[in-house]
């Protein structure tokens, strides 16, 4: 995965949800930025395979795109995030991810 976009450093999670709400494009990018390598690791500590951890990442900031306008802005977005990541993260060990056609 490649970096997208340069998280500024006084703009904290939910000033970046807003903002990408609002039509910022650089705003999701710099929110994959941010958590991309953590997620990573988070991902790979669980399923133990890099390349499928890659897959499952990618995976949690496509959910996370399209379901953004529905997250609770009162709850801490990356409590949110690791959730979606370790319930991906669970099903492929369970064998119920299926991959993306």
Same mark, same amino acid.
């Given at each position: 995965?490649?970096?997208?976009?340069?998280?500024?450093?006084?703009?904290?999670?939910?000033?970046?949800?807003?903002?990408?709400?609002?039509?910022?494009?650089?705003? &999701?990018?710099?929110? *994959?930025?941010?958590?991309?390598?953590?997620?990573?690791? &988070?991902?790979?500590?669980?399923?133990?395979?890099?390349?499928r951890?890659?897959?499952?990442?990618?995976d949690?900031?496509?959910?996370?795109?399209?379901?953004?306008?529905? &997250?609770?802005?009162?709850?801490?977005?990356?409590?949110?995030?690791?959730?979606?990541?370790?319930?991906?993260?669970?099903?492929?060990?369970?064998?119920? *991810?299926?991959?993306?056609?």
């Open positions: 995965m490649t970096a997208v976009a340069t998280a500024p450093p006084d703009l904290d999670d939910g000033g970046l949800v807003r903002r990408h709400l609002d039509g910022d494009p650089q705003a &999701f990018g710099a929110l *994959v930025d941010r958590y991309q390598t953590p997620m990573l690791t &988070f991902v790979n500590g669980i399923v133990g395979d890099r390349e951890a890659e897959d499952l990442v990618l949690v900031f496509i959910r996370i795109y399209r379901h953004l306008r529905w &997250f609770d802005r009162r709850r801490e977005f990356q409590t949110w995030i690791y959730a979606i990541a370790s319930h991906l993260a669970d099903a492929e060990l369970r064998g119920r *991810v299926h991959p993306r056609s």
